[in-house]
């Protein structure tokens, strides 16, 4: 009997026994020969589209051209370049972490996303017109035009470390964890096939990848609400009604805590989320250096035109708007069918609760054909931000390490070679390293945002000034990344020398259950940056100027927008604002 008629036959009220014993015999019931039919098409299309569109790219004249590879120049329209942002940005530590959070926190998580709407209207109107002007194609060209090629390559090569080491691992990892843990495969065989899906996509150039994540993020976004869907209709049952929209109304009255937007004090996750100062403090500093100072994501729209890549960003910033109902929701209502015991003891592997588990729990139930779409949409969402994080390792590694360090005379199929021959290595090195690093036990979300938070305040801070004040100099810059990420880790570790509980009262400091007050780390890196820009400020005024400030242009008329631009802007404000004003 199929999934669907043994919910219908189930009692009413809602019995969560019956539903309880359909879960796991769903649950044992891994892919389907229809699932996999569903997936294998998922697969042949998205492949096939992309070496069509790679043999039509190397018809092309000019096709071999580094620019071409590296940013496909002129060849994204405004939508690639917006479904290209979210299908990088997207991938298993949203999908497994952050639904994991929705479990956990609640509804509150979404501030990542919806902040980042916003943070893209920024991004849109001050940094890429910057960017564009100056002809700037990879972050560390901006660093060695502004500040000189000491902070450039010391730069260059961090970011490459941490890219590989922290980024790609873990999508690797994780992704490989959460389809494994559907098909039934082990986790290598997991990692090889994600590895080699998203070679052969990155191969082609960014004109591939940009164009292959428009059907990515079409699988992501009809896959994620499907989920969500399914996820609203057994919430329903738990009132002993049916349809998504009686589940919603449900789950609501059901987890009513789990939908506070901004955590009180008194809430065990503040240390997370630390209440007002997300919203005004530290979650800037997150989403202004991930959307504006991060080679992964503005490189979609820096071979763009300043009109196209403006819209690509709108259009990436309403699809945002989007993702806490794809990806927050469900970990919410897996928490509802969890309190009513519906789950049983899936979420408790070896007795212990997993909030990780939520969304591949979910994800089990759905019925044969859907699992297959669902299964789609997180391969798409993996997949594509493998390829785009490889093809930015490859960028920065060719053009700003290989072209300048190595090889000054390198021809445009010579950097084009070594730009693949970057990917290959990349992703067979996260291969390697991606199950040593203990990433499973972190979660992905968590060990992302712990990594690179030690240094964001820095980098941000460098971007900002080096844009806004022509005072800065080298020295100054040079302090944001070594002394942003020494006064990163005198905060982590400042408890353990000096009680903090003084700053409780204020909120800058939680308890962090054993017998600590710790600083929450968007508190922390909101401290951090701003400590970072004094010292630049001080550093610049007590130092010389730097000749290479000349180079650079900067003028307010780049920052002005047209009318279609301000409205939809202001939509996307203006929707941000009323969901924190209905659900505060």
């Given at each position: 009997m199929s999934y669907v008629s043994r919910v219908r036959v189930a009692n009413t009220p809602f019995d969560p026994l019956v539903l309880r014993d359909t879960c796991f015999y769903i649950h044992m019931n891994l892919f389907s020969r229809l699932d996999s039919?569903?997936?294998l098409t998922y697969f042949v299309v998205v492949a096939g589209y992309g070496l069509w569109v790679y043999r039509r790219k190397k018809s092309g004249a000019g096709s071999s051209a580094s620019h071409d590879y590296f940013l496909a120049e002129g060849s994204l329209s405004w939508w690639a370049i917006g479904a290209s942002l979210i299908a990088s940005n997207i991938s298993a530590e949203q999908f497994i972490g952050m639904s994991g959070s929705g479990f956990r926190i609640g509804m509150a998580i979404a501030v990542y996303e919806l902040m980042a709407a916003a943070t893209l209207v920024i991004v849109a109107v001050f940094f890429m017109p910057v960017y564009l002007k100056n002809h700037i194609y990879t972050m560390p060209q901006f660093l060695e035009q502004r500040y000189g090629k000491k902070v450039a390559t010391t730069m260059a090569f961090f970011w490459l470390g941490l890219y590989v080491v922290v980024n790609?691992?873990?999508?690797?990892?994780?992704?490989?964890?959460?389809?494994?843990?559907?098909?039934?495969?082990?986790?290598?065989?997991?990692?090889?096939?994600?590895?080699?899906?998203?070679?052969?996509?990155?191969l082609g150039g960014m004109k591939v990848i940009g164009y292959t994540d428009v059907i990515q993020v079409t699988c992501l976004v009809i896959g994620g609400l499907v989920t969500t869907w399914i996820a609203l209709e057994l919430v329903a049952k738990i009132g002993g009604g049916n349809g998504a929209l009686h589940g919603a109304t449900t789950l609501f009255q059901s987890a009513r805590d789990h939908f506070d937007m901004v955590?009180?004090?008194?809430?065990?996750?503040?240390?997370?989320?630390?209440?007002?100062?997300?919203?005004?403090?530290?979650?800037?500093?997150?989403?202004?250096?991930?959307?504006?100072?991060?080679?992964?994501?503005?490189?979609?729209?820096?071979?763009?035109?300043?009109?196209?890549?403006?819209?690509?960003?709108?259009?990436?910033?309403?699809?945002?708007?989007?993702?806490?109902?794809?990806?927050?929701?469900?970990?919410?209502?897996?928490?509802?069918?969890?309190?009513?015991?519906?789950?049983?003891?899936?979420?408790?592997?070896?007795?212990?609760?997993?909030?990780?588990r939520a969304y591949p729990t979910l994800l089990?139930?759905?019925?044969?054909?859907?699992?297959?779409?669902?299964?789609?949409?997180?391969?798409?969402?993996?997949?594509?931000?493998?390829?785009?994080?490889?093809?930015?390792?490859?960028?920065?590694?060719?053009?700003?390490?290989?072209?300048?360090?190595?090889?000054?005379?390198?021809?445009?199929?010579?950097?084009?070679w070594i730009g693949r021959v970057t990917v290959v290595m990349a992703l067979v090195l996260a291969v390697l390293i991606a199950p040593l690093l203990g990433i499973d036990k972190k979660g992905g979300f968590q060990y992302i945002q712990e990594y690179t938070g030690f240094v964001s305040p820095g980098i941000l801070a460098m971007f900002l000034l080096g844009f806004f004040w022509k005072k800065t100099n080298s020295a100054a810059a040079m302090f944001a990344t070594i002394g942003g990420l020494v006064l990163s880790i005198v905060l982590k570790f400042l408890p353990l020398m000096i009680n903090l509980s003084f700053l409780a009262p204020l909120g800058f400091a939680v308890d962090n259950g054993h017998g600590m007050h710790e600083i929450p780390f968007l508190d922390r890196m909101f401290i951090v940056f701003w400590i970072v820009v004094a010292g630049m400020i001080l550093i610049s005024k007590m130092g010389a100027r730097d000749k290479a400030v000349l180079t650079l242009h900067v003028d307010r008329k780049l920052f002005h927008v047209d009318g279609a631009f301000a409205f939809g802007s202001a939509v996307v404000c203006l929707l941000v604002a009323a969901i924190y004003g209905v659900w505060w």
């Open positions: 039919l569903v997936f790609l691992t873990s999508i690797l990892y994780l992704g490989a964890l959460a389809i494994g843990s559907i098909a039934g495969l082990g986790v290598l065989p997991c990692m090889l096939f994600l590895a080699i899906f998203a070679a052969v996509i990155t955590l009180p004090r008194t809430n065990p996750n503040y240390i997370d989320l630390p209440g007002l100062s997300t919203l005004i403090g530290g979650m800037w500093i997150v989403n202004l250096n991930y959307w504006g100072c991060n080679q992964y994501i503005t490189q979609r729209a820096l071979g763009a035109d300043l009109p196209t890549a403006r819209k690509g960003l709108l259009f990436a910033a309403f699809l945002k708007l989007l993702m806490p109902v794809i990806i927050v929701l469900p970990g919410i209502a897996a928490f509802a069918l969890d309190k009513s015991g519906v789950l049983g003891d899936a979420m408790r592997p070896g007795g212990e609760l997993n909030p990780d089990a139930l759905l019925p044969s054909g859907l699992k297959g779409i669902a299964f789609a949409a997180l391969t798409a969402a993996v997949v594509a931000s493998l390829a785009g994080k490889a093809n930015s390792i490859a960028t920065i590694f060719t053009l700003d390490i290989y072209k300048k360090r190595f090889n000054k005379d390198a021809s445009e199929q010579k950097m084009v």
